[in-house]
């Protein structure tokens, strides 16, 4: 529900305090052509998620719920292999590209102890908003 509230792709344990690597994200997936209109999302539980390969580059700009208001351009892989487990324990492979490889890594990187603006090299990066309350 939190997610949902502040309009949020991702949340990780660890941007709770909580010292497990755990995340939820919200994907994009295939648009059914013979399903309704628009644009069709799931969320997904990643348990001790692990990324097997990282392809290509895209750049886009990136918000954050530990950081209010500040968005920043951040470089990351366009396509991305992904070992994870479920809550039930089962064990999981994908293949992620654009946008939901661009949310995976950004949850993943708080489980590294990194945030998005570890990436960032120059303040022309940075574009700020009004938070959201």
Request: overall charge negative; proline content about 6%.
């Amino acid at each position: 529900m939190y997610m949902r509230e502040c309009r949020a792709a991702g949340v990780s344990a660890t941007q709770f305090g909580i010292p497990f690597r755990v995340f939820v994200v919200c994907l994009l997936n295939d648009v059914d052509p013979y399903g309704p209109p628009g644009l069709h999302y799931s969320s997904v539980v990643m348990v001790n998620p692990f990324v097997t390969t990282e392809e290509g580059s895209q750049i886009d700009c990136e918000g954050c719920l530990s950081f209010p208001g500040i968005k920043v351009q951040v470089e990351r892989p366009q396509t991305i292999g992904m070992t994870w487990n479920d809550m039930d324990g089962g064990h999981h492979y994908g293949i992620f590209a654009n946008d939901n490889a661009r949310v995976i890594m950004h949850e993943y990187d708080h489980l590294q102890g990194i945030v998005f603006l570890d990436h960032v090299e120059s303040l022309e990066s940075f574009t700020q908003q009004a938070p959201r309350y």
